[in-house]
């Protein structure tokens, strides 16, 4: 009762106030007032819709910029840490070819095969804003106040087959496009008439670059959160982000 009383008494002598100034110190009084009303408080605990809201807001921005980041060109093949390179089972398959003077085959392959991840990760971003629609109250606190890549995690249980379903159409038309499954299918193919040779190499890549692809948008992903948890300033950009994330940083101490 007295905390309505007190705002009563608050509007009314503000509307007083107003009425004895000028148009233009009404304004700015005013829009003063509105600014100090919806400004969120930084510090406290945030409540479970506030968490909510910030966690699914900081996400989106991560997941956006990992996924525009990806899809650009050299996104995948100018990243050494989600490069796609020869298989496993085919590398000393690749190292053979070398040997014979196949260098251009060897690197037309690799390019390929990072354009069609490249290509793969246009598809992402509609995928993981609908797992951040579906994420509820508990979801958010749980990321939150979990491990360093507790969100990624999160990614990975809601969207890696809708992912990989999307991803494959994807790789197979983006393969066919640049040449990649013909030029890795001459490489195998090469490499398996080589004499002596035991272990044959499979020519069929879509599958590999499929996987890769999604892992390398993880990778980029769990960066990206690592960047929020850290407070960068360029992660922590509203109120509410900066609200959610230092109660987070108090309660984790």
Same mark, same amino acid.
């Given at each position: 009762?007295?905390?309505?009383?007190?705002?009563?008494?608050?509007?009314?002598?503000?509307?007083? *106030? @107003?009425?004895?100034?000028? &148009?233009?110190?009404?304004?700015?009084?005013?829009?003063?007032?509105?600014?100090?009303?919806?400004?969120?408080?930084?510090?406290?605990?945030?409540?479970?819709?506030?968490?909510?809201?910030?966690?699914? $807001?900081? @996400?989106?921005?991560?997941?956006?910029?990992?996924?525009?980041?990806?899809?650009?060109?050299?996104? *995948?093949?100018?990243?050494?840490?989600?490069?796609?390179?020869?298989?496993?089972?085919?590398?000393? !398959?690749?190292?053979?070819?070398?040997?014979?003077? =196949?260098?251009?085959?060897?690197?037309?392959?690799?390019?390929?095969?990072?354009?069609? !991840? $490249?290509?793969?990760?246009?598809?992402?971003?509609?995928?993981?804003?609908?797992? =951040?629609?579906?994420?509820?109250?508990? &979801?958010?606190?749980?990321? =939150?106040?979990?491990?360093? /890549?507790?969100?990624?995690?999160?990614?990975?249980?809601?969207?890696? &087959?809708? #992912?990989?379903?999307?991803?494959?159409?994807?790789?197979?038309?983006?393969? /066919?496009?640049?040449?990649?499954?013909?030029?890795?299918?001459?490489?195998?193919?090469?490499?398996?008439?080589?004499?002596?040779?035991?272990?044959?190499?499979?020519?069929?890549?879509?599958?590999?670059?499929?996987?890769?692809?999604?892992?390398?948008?993880?990778?980029?992903?769990?960066?990206?959160?690592?960047?929020?948890?850290?407070? #960068?300033?360029?992660?922590?950009?509203?109120? =509410?982000?900066?609200?959610?994330?230092?109660? !987070?940083?108090?309660?984790?101490?």
């Amino acid at each position: 009762m007295k905390k309505s009383t007190s705002i009563l008494y608050t509007t009314v002598f503000t509307i007083l *106030f @107003l009425a004895g100034n000028s &148009d233009r110190a009404q304004s700015q009084l005013l829009n003063k007032i509105l600014s100090k009303a919806t400004k969120t408080n930084t510090t406290g605990t945030p409540s479970s819709q506030e968490i909510s809201t910030g966690i699914k $807001e900081a @996400l989106q921005q991560g997941v956006i910029k990992s996924s525009d980041q990806l899809s650009a060109v050299n996104g *995948f093949f100018g990243n050494a840490a989600i490069k796609l390179l020869f298989p496993p089972q085919a590398q000393k !398959a690749e190292a053979t070819l070398r040997k014979l003077g =196949l260098n251009k085959l060897c690197d037309n392959v690799i390019l390929s095969l990072n354009r069609a !991840a $490249e290509d793969a990760a246009k598809e992402a971003k509609p995928i993981f804003i609908s797992a =951040l629609k579906q994420m509820t109250l508990k &979801d958010a606190t749980n990321i =939150l106040l979990g491990s360093s /890549d507790a969100a990624t995690q999160y990614f990975k249980r809601t969207t890696t &087959d809708s #992912l990989a379903n999307k991803f494959r159409p994807v790789v197979h038309q983006s393969l /066919d496009k640049v040449g990649a499954a013909q030029y890795y299918s001459q490489a195998a193919t090469a490499y398996n008439k080589v004499p002596f040779t035991m272990n044959k190499v499979d020519p069929d890549i879509e599958n590999y670059v499929t996987q890769k692809a999604i892992s390398g948008l993880f990778t980029e992903i769990a960066q990206q959160e690592l960047q929020i948890r850290q407070g #960068l300033p360029s992660t922590r950009t509203t109120s =509410l982000l900066q609200k959610v994330f230092s109660y !987070a940083d108090k309660v984790k101490k």
